[in-house]
């Protein structure tokens, strides 16, 4: 026999079957206020506010505002709606273009209403339109006009089929005490999507590749993600979550509700705010970032990041400690962890390692400074060019200081000695260095003052956990314009 909790489940879940049937494509609740035309109190002054960031359009040319009463824009009543008052005209509402390849039978829905006295067909009505493909408008088969005296009606058009639909609604309301409304505009399909089925992750395409779990104060948290698979993957099939003590997935957020697709052999850096990730470190992708409206949340000293298809199958995950940092750093602030290898599972800790490497401390959107992916078998140490004059005359200005390591993990010291062994500038100290990259000398000393011409002596020194140590001298010239 079932008990009350069971009771109230089944209800509930008929309920939430009933009141929400099909899979929905578009839809617009007018939640945002103040979108829209309205006049002025001197008559003849017409306001606007129509964001850029505002997915449909609205054209008021026709109509005439000659008061601060009269307008056609979004109100927060119930919760939200379009309406238009007195604005002795027909305004045109717009929605994007609207795909629906995926789907096999399209509905469109609306409400439209009217409040007041005002009875004349030609001065008060909603008129609602759709256009598939580019071809013509049609109007809606039900209430696709309503007008005078209606009420409220919902308006509605079903069985489309086509590779994209527009919605326009036309509306007017010369009445200086009557409205007409426009709400709850939805796009859905009574079938679910036709997704194809090589546009969706499976184990292995998509891996866990970066991850800041303790930001700068004015920073967000951010996950990488890296597609290693040969397809363009739907990013609205895909999420990311956290486990809560007992290692169930808590905190499930959606990457996308829009089938944006993530191509092969890039990256993707997740985050609530892209611009406070650029605040801190650059990236040579501004593209490759993706923002959520709310991150799982990821705890500064330990916790979980969990990639997940819209089947709940785990596609990769990671569990990070403060201990994954290199045991040599002083602060983890504002430092990711980053993945080492493809090839090892992002289970094992020794995967990881702090992501510092000179002023960057993180690369988002980018190749991992620490990857090791294509590790060389031996060290290099090159200087380029040997001889360069740093006087702003744009040659050779500065000296490259070039590296490859034969593993990830070292410690670095770069150190500047003249020629007479003394040492000038210590350009890097006890800092985690990438398995290849780049630190650059501009001839100035550690006090700020320009270096006079000379020989100099570059000395790094890497020292490994695993008690390894290697150093490496090299000498270059400083020279200037011979007058």
Request: negative net charge; proline residues 5%.
């Amino acid at each position: 026999m079932w008990g009350l909790n069971s009771v109230f489940l089944f209800l509930l879940l008929n309920f939430l079957t009933i009141n929400n049937p099909g899979t929905t494509i578009w839809e617009e609740e007018f939640n945002t206020p103040g979108i829209g035309f309205w006049g002025d109190s001197d008559g003849i002054t017409i306001h606007s506010h129509l964001p850029p960031t505002t997915e449909w359009q609205l054209d008021a040319e026709a109509c005439s505002f000659t008061s601060e009463k009269d307008y056609v824009k979004t109100v927060g009543t119930s919760g939200g709606r379009l309406e238009a008052l007195d604005c002795d005209g027909e305004a045109v509402w717009q929605s994007p273009w609207i795909s629906i390849a995926s789907y096999t039978a399209v509905n469109c829905e609306l409400i439209a209403k009217e409040t007041g006295s005002g009875n004349n067909p030609e001065r008060k009505y909603v008129e609602a339109f759709y256009q598939l493909d580019q071809g013509e408008k049609k109007l809606f088969e039900n209430n696709g006009l309503s007008q005078g005296n209606w009420g409220e009606s919902v308006v509605s058009q079903s069985q489309l089929q086509g590779d994209s639909i527009r919605l326009i609604i036309h509306l007017n309301s010369s009445y200086a005490s009557d409205k007409v409304i426009v709400d709850a505009i939805r796009v859905w399909s009574d079938e679910p999507e036709k997704v194809d089925p090589n546009q969706l992750a499976e184990t292995g395409d998509l891996l866990i590749n970066e991850v800041l779990s303790n930001p700068f104060d004015e920073g967000v948290d951010f996950v990488e993600l890296y597609n290693q698979s040969s397809k363009e993957i739907r990013l609205d099939h895909l999420f990311i979550a956290n486990r809560d003590d007992q290692q169930n997935l808590k905190t499930i957020v959606q990457l996308s509700s829009e089938p944006i697709l993530f191509p092969p052999n890039t990256y993707l850096a997740v985050s609530e705010n892209q611009e406070q990730v650029l605040n801190f470190y650059s990236t040579t992708c501004v593209s490759c970032f993706l923002d959520v409206t709310k991150m799982p949340a990821l705890n500064n000293s330990s916790g979980e990041v969990v990639l997940l298809n819209d089947s709940m199958q785990v596609l990769d995950e990671m569990h990070y400690t403060e201990k994954m940092h290199h045991p040599l750093l002083i602060e983890e602030e504002g430092i990711s962890l980053e993945r080492i290898s493809f090839e090892e599972s992002a289970l094992e800790p020794s995967n990881w390692t702090s992501g510092k490497n000179g002023h960057q401390l993180a690369s988002p959107g980018f190749e991992n400074a620490m990857s090791a992916n294509s590790p060389v078998k031996t060290t290099t140490f090159q200087l380029e060019p040997k001889a360069f004059s740093p006087n702003e005359d744009g040659y050779n200005d500065l000296l490259q200081i070039n590296y490859q390591l034969d593993k990830v993990g070292y410690l670095a010291n770069l150190r500047i000695f003249d020629s007479n062994g003394l040492p000038i500038n210590h350009l890097v100290r006890n800092e985690p260095a990438a398995i290849q990259g780049q630190w650059i000398w501009d001839g100035k000393q550690a006090n700020g003052s320009r270096s006079p011409i000379g020989l100099y002596i570059v000395l790094l020194e890497l020292h490994h956990p695993d008690g390894s140590a290697k150093q490496f001298k090299k000498v270059c010239t400083l020279t200037d314009r011979i007058y």
